[in-house]
């Protein structure tokens, strides 16, 4: 902090200093060990001091007592005489506080679960915050509310900064023309020499700056109109003006109403009628931007890091936010992570990971292995930082063995049910827990795994329906509008296990993992995640009772048993309180969105499964949900209110979604009667070829290592010929306003073509090549049926 150390060293010597002045006050001893100490601070004093050298709060002599702040200085205001009997408090506060300079926090005893606090500035000092009392949570050791002190609270008062006046006008005029009227205004102001000041020298200062016209909207057709003029005293020299009574006669009053009532004049053709003045605030002297009045309203205060000044006061910086710097009127947003209220540092914005003292990554997330340096024994972790009490581990764990395992969930007891037979076991392994866990993450058709005899022996267990029983009550019908959807009270599925139930571990793929192979078929979760049709039946579960994990196999099951169901799509939401969403598919057409898509409707990347379908309608203040053909309708009160005033709406209303189809091409989009007429295909109109031109490898700079921003679709053989399928491409890119080019290729799977949607990644050349140089759009391979948009 910039004070002396008590302990001086100057070769084979040492010597005790005063930590204000480096004052010697005595020679330094030697320990028992050889090496040279002081006594604390504190104890050099002979004053009370606590075992640790600190101060006492209370410090008393034979006539009084009072108390002293965390350096030893005393307090103003509390020398209390012993011979009145009256009990003095001064105890330090419960929860963490800085260490406040020129001053200090003084704390009753704990009462109630609460610790008042009071900020207490040495004489000559003024407290800069709105508010001067604290409450401590006595257990949780975390201040209440939204106020906290502050290191640098105590400031002193500095002269009067500036002087200003200001007149408010009442203006007949429509709301729509305020920007336009604003800068007009000022422009007036300036060249009628409203906005400058000629001292008795010739020194002229400035009177006006982007602030001082300020329009407000007083109903649809009226607007008020504030005018201030400030002057900097510190641009005033001393010689011009030698009283400050000067300053208030040298901002005239009486011409700036003159001039301003003459612009309002030549103005009154725009308007309704007539201006009116409602209010003049003579000259007066106040403080310049980043000060508050102090409480004599003779001075200024300057706002300390860690707040910001706004509206005549020195408020804290909200949580995520910090301030290093005095006297500013705005808070800087935490690189990442987040703050405590009142930050003063950016190393103060910590993420969950770093806040709890854990490994972590150079973005500050939760990496996945975690030592505990007690015990000496490592464990894994989720990426929200949930501890997985049952990978606890003697031996070193990596965060790839972590990775894997965290894709596991453990089943309760109640949740097993342990037979002789009818299980079909994938495999019996003699291997450890991390060793028979990643044998089952590698094969897609294990279900679950079971590990005993001190998880040293496992079976792995497949996805077929022998190893799982599902339960469930149906509730009704109807969800968010759609009146056929099939709700669930309950649904409950329990795991087959072979052998004996003591010394048993039981592990499970957790829902987002589980791509299922189910007797003859094989549902395979898709890159996509969102089908634009096909959905023809719904389940929903409350998220409360069901986890993901037995929503799928309840889908899965349902959809396998039906010759007509080609697939379904699985989502998690937060509606209703909490909802799992199925929906069985029936020949879909087209597949949207993977992964990694960027949202050319949204703001940016869109790792948030390409908007999931949600369309905001403004005049219902409702969300549209297409699912899969399906339409919800939500509600604002139907959501959580930590959801509301998101930009990211998506992401905050929905957690997962997947589309899983079976991959045997003989069953998907079968034609077969019984099952009722395939989606007709809507008609596209050929002539939108006409606004695309084609592209060439000459046309085209092509780089293999480049990620560039695409949206992803994939179009079923069976509904579109190639040139049906280019038409839907170009279409689709022509009614997408940032789509600029639009590719068609064979997909990875087999039965779809493969439509990419790229924005404008036109790469023009640099300083050196000629100007007539075409701009080439950047692509990731050679183009193969890839066209531009004219």
């Known amino acids: 902090d910039g004070r002396f150390s008590v302990l001086q060293i100057g ?62 200085q005393e307090v103003a205001g509390t020398r209390t005489l012993r011979q009145t009997g009256d009990t003095l408090l001064c105890d330090r506060p419960l929860c963490p506080a800085p260490n406040i300079t020129h001053g200090a926090l003084l704390c009753l005893p704990a009462a109630a679960g609460r610790q008042s606090c009071d900020l207490i500035c040495h004489h000559g000092y003024q407290n800069s915050l709105p508010v001067s009392s604290f409450l401590c949570g006595a257990e949780s050791h975390q201040w209440e509310g939204n106020d906290r002190p502050l290191s640098g609270a105590c400031q002193i008062s500095q002269p009067l900064q500036s002087v200003s006046s200001s007149q408010l006008w009442l203006l007949l005029d429509s709301c729509s023309q305020i920007s336009s009227l604003q800068s007009m205004l000022f422009n007036m102001l300036t060249s009628r020499g409203l906005c400058s000041a000629q001292l008795t020298s010739g020194w002229v200062v400035a009177l006006c700056d982007d602030s001082s016209v300020g329009l407000q909207c007083d109903g649809s057709d009226s607007v008020r109109l504030m005018l201030r003029w400030t002057v900097s005293l510190s641009d005033l020299p001393t010689s011009d003006l030698p009283d400050l009574h000067d300053i208030a006669t040298f901002l005239n009053e009486s011409r700036l109403l003159e001039g301003v009532q003459g612009i309002l004049g030549n103005l009154r053709s725009t308007l309704t009628s007539d201006p009116k003045l409602i209010s003049v605030v003579p000259p007066s002297f106040g403080c310049s931007h980043g000060y508050r009045l102090d409480s004599d309203g003779e001075g200024c205060i300057v706002c300390p890091a860690g707040s910001f000044f706004q509206q005549g006061a020195c408020l804290l910086c909200p949580q995520g936010t910090y301030q290093e710097k005095e006297g500013r009127d705005t808070c800087n947003k935490c690189p990442r992570g987040s703050s405590p209220a009142g930050s003063s540092s950016a190393s103060q914005c910590e993420t969950d990971c770093e806040r709890r003292g854990l490994r972590c990554s150079q973005q500050g997330h939760f990496l996945p292995a975690q030592p505990d340096f007690l015990s000496g024994r490592w464990k894994c972790f989720s990426s929200e930082g949930a501890e997985l009490e049952w990978t606890t581990s003697d031996k070193p764990l990596t965060d790839d063995e972590c990775s894997v395992l965290s894709r596991f969930l453990t089943v309760p007891g109640s949740d097993l049910m342990v037979r002789t037979e009818n299980a079909e076991v994938l495999r019996t392994m003699t291997s450890d827990l991390s060793t028979c866990v990643q044998a089952c993450a590698a094969e897609p058709s294990c279900h679950h795994v079971a590990l005993f005899d001190r998880q040293t022996q496992c079976e792995l267990y497949s996805t077929h329906t022998l190893n799982t029983l599902c339960h469930s009550t149906q509730q009704g019908s109807g969800f968010l509008g759609n009146p056929q959807v099939e709700r669930f009270q309950l649904l409950n599925c329990s795991l087959i296990v072979r052998g004996r139930a003591s010394d048993l571990l039981v592990l499970r793929k957790n829902g987002a993992e589980l791509s299922s192979q189910q007797q003859q078929q094989r549902f395979v979760r898709m890159r996509m995640r969102k089908a634009v049709s096909g959905v023809f039946r719904t389940q929903v579960f409350s998220s409360r009772t069901t986890s993901l994990s037995d929503a799928h196999r309840f889908c899965q099951d349902g959809c396998s048993r039906d010759a007509c169901c080609d697939g379904f799509i699985l989502n998690q939401n937060i509606l209703d309180g909490g909802s799992l969403l199925c929906g069985w598919l029936r020949a879909p057409s087209v597949l949207m969105c993977e992964d990694q898509d960027w949202d050319v409707i949204g703001q940016g990347p869109a790792n948030r499964i390409c908007g999931a379908g949600l369309t905001y309608d403004k005049q219902q203040q409702s969300f549209v949900f297409d699912f899969g053909g399906e339409k919800f309708t939500i509600s604002d009160d139907a959501l959580p209110a930590n959801s509301k005033n998101k930009k990211d709406y998506q992401a905050s209303i929905i957690s997962f979604q997947a589309i899983y189809l079976n991959t045997d091409s003989a069953a998907v989009g079968s034609e077969s009667s019984s099952c009722g007429a395939v989606e007709f295909t809507s008609p596209l109109n050929a002539s939108v070829q006409l606004g695309f031109e084609s592209l060439s490898n000459d046309d085209v700079l092509v780089d293999h290592q480049t990620k560039l921003p695409v949206l992803s679709f994939w179009l079923k053989k069976n509904d579109y010929s190639s040139q049906q399928a280019l038409l839907w491409c170009l279409t689709r890119c022509d009614e997408e306003e940032q789509c600029s080019v639009a590719d068609l290729r064979e997909a990875e799977s087999d039965g779809f073509f493969s439509c990419s949607l790229y924005p404008d990644t036109r790469v023009c050349g640099a300083y050196d090549q000629p100007i007539k140089r075409p701009c080439r759009p950047l692509l990731v391979t050679l183009p193969n049926n890839t066209y531009s948009k004219k």
């Open 11 to 72: 070769g084979a010597a040492g010597w005790c200093v005063n930590p204000l002045t480096g004052e010697m006050l005595r020679t330094a001893t030697r320990s028992a060990t050889g090496e040279l100490t002081c006594p604390s601070w504190c104890e050099l004093q002979g004053l009370q001091c606590r075992p640790d050298g600190s101060f006492s709060p209370l410090q008393c002599d034979v006539t009084s007592c009072w108390c002293v702040s965390e350096d030893g």
